[in-house]
């Protein structure tokens, strides 16, 4: 991934944390339910996180595995070349 994209992808999960947390504390609940709901958005936003770096994660293992293969494979065909 791209520096730039990181960054953009990053400010704007920022900023829809900012924005959805401005909106709970503006919003006319008691201080209980309030607080149930930034616990409940907080958890859904950790789980969505969480599986899309899982989801990098296991793009990453693909990644370095196909190069691997690739890589051994193309040692294989110098050795047989250089014979």
């Given at each position: 991934?791209?520096?730039?994209?990181?960054?953009?992808?990053?400010?704007?999960?920022?900023?829809?944390?900012?924005?959805?947390?401005?909106?709970?504390?503006?919003?006319?609940?008691?201080?209980?339910?309030?607080?149930?709901?930034?616990?409940?958005?907080?958890k859904?936003?950790?789980?969505?996180?969480s599986?899309?770096?899982?989801?990098?994660?296991?793009?990453?293992?693909?990644?370095?595995?196909?190069?691997?293969?690739?890589?051994?494979?193309?040692?294989?065909?110098?050795?047989?070349?250089?014979?």
């Amino acid at each position: 991934m791209k520096e730039s994209t990181g960054k953009a992808l990053a400010g704007f999960i920022f900023g829809a944390a900012v924005g959805v947390a401005a909106g709970i504390l503006f919003a006319p609940r008691s201080g209980e339910e309030t607080r149930k709901r930034i616990h409940d958005k907080a958890k859904e936003y950790s789980d969505e996180a969480s599986q899309k770096l899982s989801d990098k994660i296991d793009n990453l293992r693909e990644y370095i595995n196909q190069t691997g293969k690739e890589v051994k494979s193309k040692v294989k065909s110098t050795k047989t070349e250089s014979k």
